[in-house]
């Protein structure tokens, strides 16, 4: 039985190769990234505001300015056809902000529920913002997807969110990410041996898992069952 440690992978290759390799067992752990800096990061001056609320605007207007017009047009119809093919059903309407708070549930959700919780968290962050418009900044909206993962009690989840915790660990991780050169989402890596950028096709991850098998096999490496996930996941 091999072990994979992954940061932010392909379901579908995942799937794939348990086909073949049934007793083999995949560690997924998703690490913080910030395409957007939060205040704490890009002000020298001031102190530091306070968790909420984040501001947010709209998402459209909010491509349009970064990519131009014509080009994030461009870019959403892209997005809807590749989820279509997958049975997902994208929207672009709503809003977008500062993601901090939501990688700090996340990071809660690892501390408190392990990969289980985590995984329920960002399904959960996803869902509101890939398909149902809702914009994920807000105290209220982290609160029920904490709720639904199981983290506590609207009080205890109300409380950890309020009250700024990790703040600074999960600052730390995603500037790590920085200062490595990753420069955008999603960034993979696998057994701490490969790293991948960009979306990928799910057979360019099934040919690093039985490429992994095949350096097991002759001895070249070893179980990673022991090891820590480094790198960056994506929310």
């Known amino acids: 039985m091999t072990n994979y440690n992954i940061t932010c992978t392909s379901d579908i290759a995942i799937a794939e ?74 929207s672009f309407g709503g809003k977008t902000g500062i993601s901090r708070n939501g990688h700090r549930l996340v990071h809660w959700a690892q501390n408190h529920g392990g990969e289980e919780s985590q995984n329920e968290v960002m399904l959960g962050l996803w869902r509101r913002y890939f398909e149902q418009e809702v914009d994920i900044t807000t105290l209220d909206t982290l609160i029920e997807v904490g709720l639904e993962a199981g983290l506590g009690t609207r009080d205890e989840i109300k409380a950890y969110l309020e009250s700024g915790k990790d703040g600074e660990e999960v600052d730390n991780i995603a500037e790590e990410a920085r200062l490595k050169g990753i420069s955008g989402v999603p960034h993979y890596e696998i057994n701490d041996h490969w790293e991948v950028s960009g979306a990928q096709d799910p057979h360019a991850f099934r040919k690093l898992f039985l490429r992994w098998k095949d350096l097991e096999a002759k001895g070249q490496v070893s179980s990673p069952a022991a090891q820590s996930v480094k790198g960056n996941g994506c929310l």
Do not use: C, W
């Open 17 to 90: 190769h348990k086909k073949t390799y049934p007793d083999d067992k995949f560690h997924l752990k998703y690490l913080p990234f910030y395409l957007n800096p939060p205040p704490q990061l890009t002000s020298t001056n001031g102190p530091v505001p306070p968790p909420f609320p984040v501001e947010s605007r709209n998402r459209r207007e909010y491509y349009a300015s970064k990519f131009g017009p014509e080009r994030a047009k461009q870019i959403e119809a892209m997005m809807l056809q590749t989820a279509a093919g997958e049975g997902l059903n994208f």
